[in-house]
Structures are given as structure tokens and as C-alpha cells.
């Protein structure tokens, strides 16, 4: 574990000098802005008076009480709180805005435009400004709905393909569209700031969870667009390839991803199987496939004869991709064996207080994330001063006291 990062070539991180107005709760924005933040971006948290919601998602809870749910997407952060119902909050929220060179915001549809605040109002002043919109369903007849991750996974399909066919839809165990919506919000920010570097204008960036969702099924959407037919629960097979699945053992369970006839010939030699690969249902994937059921019993009646860890060893040393079902904790000990650093430390500076942090997975060669900061107590940084641009030019012109929120 680390508890700092910088530059291995030495040079400014990729986005310094990059300032955020983040007007996002829950997930997805949060997670967009911190990883912005972790290359260098000052990231201002604007909070109402209660704050984000995800303080309130507790337990669990780090040492000092802090939701980990918030900690997990809140570090390197600024929060100052603005109540966007009175006058004075939203006229220094409106000051916060003139500073930035990027604005997020998940409200519902309109709300932002009653409040002054949407793009096409502060691109009127601010051509360069880059303003990301995330909203569950779009900005169009879906915008009254509620985006919440369940609610997408529900409407969006993605339950009816997970589970077991005789069991219930299931949801995904994390929050799988929230997190795919902001690596979506992050890419459409950092390209609109390439153009933005290149042509001198912003623009506005627009993602939301079921469009996300959708892009995402991937094979799934592509055969259901095809061929007309949705596709149904397979428990952990897939519906193109076998054997790709889980499997018990004589001790845990064990996944084997077989994608070509070469893996599954050295599959069945390392079971003891050998005339299998010849046997006209399981000859070629497509046989397999059509034989899935057959091949699953078979596999597993040899399976019983190990336990999955020794299993796993064996396999990869035939070149047959397996690994067995580890927990969560289980996981972070493998990528820490690997070298992969997948949490980190962050310390406060000012306070000594110190946050387990899960690490950001962009890895560059000539730069590396910075993790400065613990996830900000509400209003932490109220009082600071923030440089806004004049209404007629990106130069900074005057100082907005943020205090006066």
C-alpha cells in the first residue's frame, strides 16, 4: 500500500491546473470527479445543507465514522456547502461556476436551468466551459424517472440475464452501472478537453446509467438487436462459449474459461479426459456449446477428485485459464501478491488522519495518481478563496470567498 503518487518523469500531472465544479451525489459523478482528481484536477465538492446522501449510507464506517460508501469516491476533494435555494448560496455557487473549467451535475432534468446554471446559459459567458449532464434516463420522456443503480439494472435488462434459469433475476453484487457511467462521464470530460485544448470552445458532455447499461451488454445487445430474441439466465455459463462457467470441486468452486479447441484439449488432458476432445458433441465450441449440460456433468464428476486451489495451479500450468471464487478480501491479497497495489492510504495533511483507500486502476508511464487527500467532512473547506473568470474572458479577475456561502 501507498499513501502518495507522483510524477516518474517529473512533469506536471496530466490535468493541473484543471479546476471542477462537482455538483454530483451518490456514485457515478463522484467517481468521475475523484479519478480527474487523482491526475491533478482540483475537484470543489458542492454540497447542499445536509450533504451528499452517501454520508448517510452507513455502516460500514472507518475509524473516525466516515461511510466507506462516501470514502470511496470522495478523496482529493474540496467540500464547501451551498444552499442552492437561498439567494446567497446560489450567487457563490454561481461564483464557483465562473472559476471552473468543468462542471458536473446529476440533478433532475430543469433543475440546473431554474437555478441559472445549465450549459447553455453559462456557455453564453463561458465558451470554453465542458459541462457533463449524468441522469439515469436521459434528458428527453425518461427524465422524470429516478436513476438509481437497481432501478437500471431492473429496467435495463441486466437482471433478466443474471441468476440461475431456475432461480430469481438477480442484481450484479456492486454497483455496475453507476461505475460504468462514470468511466463514461470521465472519457467524454477528458475528450471534450482535447478538443477544448485544441479549438479554444467547450462543449456539453451527456451520459446516463441505461444508455451505459445497453452499451455495455455488449454480445448480449448485439444478439438480442440480431436475432430478435432476448436472452435468458444462464447461472455463470455463457451463451457462446463452453465450457465457461463455474464448477465445484472436491473442495470450493472453480471457474474455467475455455475459449479455443486448444484449451480444451489440454482441459481434458490435465482431467484424465483424453478421449474427450474427440467425441463428436464436443469436437469443435459450437458442439460444446449445444452439449453444455452433458460437458458440465463431466467435467465436474473429475473435478471432485481435487480441490480448487490445487486445481487452479494445475491448470495454469497446462495454459488453461481457471481460477477459483475468492471473497472480496481473498481478491485484494492476489492483486497485492501480483504487484498491482490495489489499495492504498491516504493521509491528511493537516489533520494526520488517515483513510484506506481503494487505488485509482489508470496506470500511465510518465505520470501516476496523487492521493493528497482524505474524503472531505462536510464544508471542510469553507472559507477558502477561489479565483473566477470575468464574464467577458477566461483570465481570472477577482476572488470569490467561498466562506460566504
Not at 450484479?172 to 467524454?188: E, K, P
Not at 454480445?219 to 440480431?226: E, F, K, R
Not at 479426459?273 to 456449446?289: D, I, M
Request: glycine share 12%; proline share 6%; net charge negative.
Amino acid at each position: 500500500m501507498t499513501s502518495t503518487g507522483g510524477s516518474p518523469s517529473g512533469l506536471p500531472q496530466p490535468l493541473a491546473g484543471i479546476r471542477i465544479a462537482d455538483f454530483s451525489r451518490v456514485l457515478a459523478g463522484p467517481l468521475c470527479s475523484m479519478m480527474l482528481a487523482d491526475y491533478g484536477a482540483e475537484v470543489i465538492k458542492i454540497e447542499g445543507p445536509a450533504g451528499d446522501d452517501t454520508r448517510a449510507w452507513i455502516p460500514p464506517v472507518e475509524a473516525d465514522g466516515t461511510g466507506t460508501y462516501f470514502a470511496s469516491v470522495n478523496r482529493n476533494k474540496k467540500s464547501v456547502v451551498a444552499d442552492l435555494k437561498s439567494d446567497e448560496g446560489l450567487s457563490c455557487a454561481r461564483a464557483l461556476v465562473a472559476g471552473c473549467d468543468v462542471v458536473i451535475e446529476n440533478f433532475r432534468s430543469g433543475v440546473m436551468a431554474k437555478l441559472g446554471m445549465d450549459y447553455q446559459t453559462i456557455s453564453e459567458s463561458r465558451s470554453d466551459i465542458v459541462y457533463c449532464s449524468i441522469s439515469g434516463f436521459g434528458a428527453g420522456a425518461g427524465a422524470d424517472l429516478p436513476g438509481y443503480d437497481l432501478l437500471v439494472q431492473a429496467l435495463g435488462g441486466l437482471m433478466s440475464i443474471t441468476g440461475h434459469p431456475e432461480g430469481e433475476p438477480s442484481k450484479v453484487g456492486g454497483a455496475l452501472v453507476d461505475v460504468l457511467t462514470g468511466q463514461n462521464a470521465l472519457a467524454g470530460i477528458l475528450m471534450a478537453l482535447r478538443v477544448r485544448d485544441a479549438t479554444g470552445t467547450g462543449q456539453q458532455v451527456q451520459v446516463n446509467l441505461l444508455s451505459s447499461l445497453l452499451a455495455a451488454l455488449v454480445n448480449q445487445g448485439a444478439a438480442t438487436l440480431a436475432t430478435g430474441n432476448s436472452p435468458g439466465r444462464l447461472g455463470n455459463a455463457h451463451p457462446s462459449i463452453a465450457p465457461y462457467e463455474t464448477f465445484r470441486t472436491g473442495g470450493g468452486t472453480l471457474a474455467i474459461a475455455v475459449g479455443n479447441d486448444r484449451q480444451f484439449a489440454a482441459l481434458a488432458s490435465v482431467l484424465g479426459l483424453w478421449g474427450l476432445p474427440e467425441q463428436a458433441r464436443f469436437l469443435t465450441n459450437e458442439c460444446r456449446v449445444a452439449s453444455r449440460e452433458e460437458l458440465r456433468i463431466v467435467i465436474e464428476a473429475a473435478l471432485h477428485a481435487d480441490t480448487a486451489a490445487n486445481w487452479q495451479r494445475k491448470f495454469l500450468v497446462a495454459g488453461v485459464p481457471a481460477g477459483r471464487v475468492n471473497s472480496v478480501s481473498e481478491a485484494f491479497e492476489l492483486a497485492q501478491s501480483l504487484g498491482l497495489e490495489p489499495s492504498i492510504v491516504v493521509t491528511d495533511p493537516g489533520t494526520g488522519r488517515e483513510s484506506l483507500q481503494l487505488a485509482n486502476p489508470i496506470r500511465l508511464s510518465a505520470a501516476a495518481p496523487s492521493y493528497r487527500q482524505v474524503p472531505p467532512a462536510l464544508g471542510e473547506h469553507q472559507g477558502a478563496t477561489v479565483a473566477v473568470h470575468s464574464p467577458n474572458t477566461s483570465v481570472k479577475a477577482h476572488e470569490c470567498p467561498i466562506s460566504a456561502i
